[in-house]
């Protein structure tokens, strides 16, 4: 759980899907977050609007398999054979029928691959979605955002906001009304 993390630590703590939306949404107006199935995407709707950038999310678009499913896949494969492999080969075409419809219907400028499987192809993605004219769409990767994110709060001198995710402990704690 996002809010139990960010109380209990006493480091910086940056959270994928978190990290990703800020990202997404400071580089963008519009993104859509390409997720692996249903109950899935409901998760990033719902924590997207909870962090109250709803309004940037123009989709979440499902390719309708597992994680594991697709890992078994990704990780099975050395990146230098991927190219020519057709179990990747149809997950890269079901990842690029969902980006264009992210960009085409939805209007996404940005787009966030959020299973960790799917970042493993994100070089993959960004030459499809090159070679399909849209160059200029860009790719966030979850992991990715969030471990610079977290260098970003560490060499900022910054972690969670007490009051934020206030305990017990707090000497000024907030009213809530």
Known sequence: DVVAGHGVSKIPVAF????????????????????????????????VEGYGLGRKL????VLGRSSVE???????????????????KKILDAALVQC???IQKDGADTIILACTPLQYLEDEIRQRLDAAGYSEIQLVCELSAAIEMAKVMVNLKLKQAPRAYPSDELKAKPEYR
């Open 58 to 61: 123009v989709s979440v678009r």
């Open 70 to 88: 697709l890992g078994s896949v990704i990780y099975a494969r050395k990146k230098q054979d991927r190219a020519n492999d057709p179990e990747i």
């Open 100 to 102: 264009e419809a992210a």
């Open 16 to 47: 994928a899907l978190h990290s990703a939306v800020h990202v997404a949404s400071l580089i963008g107006d519009k993104f859509s977050i390409l997720e692996v199935t249903d109950p899935m995407a409901y998760i990033a709707r719902r924590n």
